[in-house]
């Protein structure tokens, strides 16, 4: 039973005289396991003082529990005093660090399922247009999963409209908006795309990583699935290393980095064709930059909108 101080208690014998046997659930396996925000759950064993003279893990069930004693198990107290939990506290964090507020926050409810349709964003930084290529038929595929709604969203452009102009970068779509790193706390998931620079990601997308800085100390992006695509100007132009090396972003803010893998099926193994794009996510090869996305690569782009859609589903109703 469930006492009003939300241990667990079983009571296999009653009258005066049992002695109470308190046990950490971590230790009781799945099957006895009770959360209690962050504290330590224990359970309580009711025995007569008769039945605590035999084996007392004789009276257990599950993984490292009958006749024979675990290992892995610290011994049993009898005692009718409630335990301290052995859990370190959070620790104190200097000004500037990550707010342990976050955790009970994400604890709370982060990955509860929201009212209406689940949101994921498609963040993308297009210089002349092949990420925003492969950005749009993502989203055909995020909208065809029911219940999962994609929204496009742009970066901010860090460049002069007078560099960009000797650049020659054709004019942006103004019906996409430009998306602030605070609205980031509203998906349900996110997909970046960006060209790359070096084997890594363009200025302009790694600036606005850099401007989330507040959503990092409060740990507001913590536990939301991304995933990237890319353009590269050359097969050996980072295809793989943009999106591998963009992971550290995730990291620090503990989201969850989902790859798309294989999942395309026959279409990650032709070789009859130029096909950008890898395991880590949809890709298109912008050469010179006169190159168009191919249908293929627009395939795997819409792929892993569906695929990204399917996953954050199947977590919000885990």
Not at 38 to 45: A, L, Q
Not at 118 to 130: D, E, Q, T, W
């Amino acid at each position: 039973m469930v006492g009003d101080d939300g241990y667990v208690r079983w009571d296999l014998m009653a009258g005066d005289g049992g002695v109470r046997l308190w046990r950490r659930q971590s230790e009781m396996g799945p099957m006895l396991r009770k959360k209690r925000g962050g504290e330590e759950s224990y359970t309580v064993f009711i025995i007569s003082k008769e039945q605590f003279r035999g084996p007392v893990n004789s009276i257990f069930m599950g993984k490292g529990g009958g006749c024979v004693p675990s290992k892995k198990r610290l011994p049993l107290v009898a005692s009718d005093d409630r335990p301290h939990s052995t859990r370190d506290g959070p620790i104190p964090t200097e000004d500037g660090g990550p707010s342990t507020d976050a955790i009970v926050a994400f604890e709370d409810g982060a990955l509860a399922p929201p009212p209406g349709n689940l949101k994921i964003f498609i963040v993308f930084y297009s210089m002349y247009g092949h990420v925003e290529g492969l950005a749009r038929r993502m989203k055909k595929g995020v909208d065809g999963i029911e219940g999962v709604e994609g929204i496009l969203y742009r970066v901010p452009e860090t460049l002069s409209p007078e560099v960009l102009d000797q650049m020659k970068v054709p004019p942006k779509d103004d019906e996409i908006p430009v998306i602030s790193a605070v609205e980031l706390v509203a998906a349900d998931g996110i997909l970046f795309g960006f060209p790359t620079r070096y084997g890594c990601m363009a200025a302009q997308m790694k600036a606005f990583f850099d401007s989330t800085g507040q959503l990092w100390k409060e740990q507001k992006l913590a536990g939301k699935p991304a995933g990237f695509f890319v353009s590269t100007g050359t097969q050996g132009g980072g295809q793989e290393t943009t999106a591998w090396t963009a992971i550290t972003q995730l990291a620090h803010h503990g989201m969850l980095f989902i790859p798309i893998g294989y999942t395309f099926g026959a279409g990650m193994f032709k070789m009859d064709s130029i096909r950008g794009g890898s395991p880590y996510g949809a890709g298109v090869f912008a050469g010179d930059g006169t190159r168009e996305p191919s249908e293929t690569e627009l395939a795997l782009a819409e792929h892993q909108g569906k695929y990204m859609a399917a996953v954050v589903k199947r977590l919000a109703q885990a």
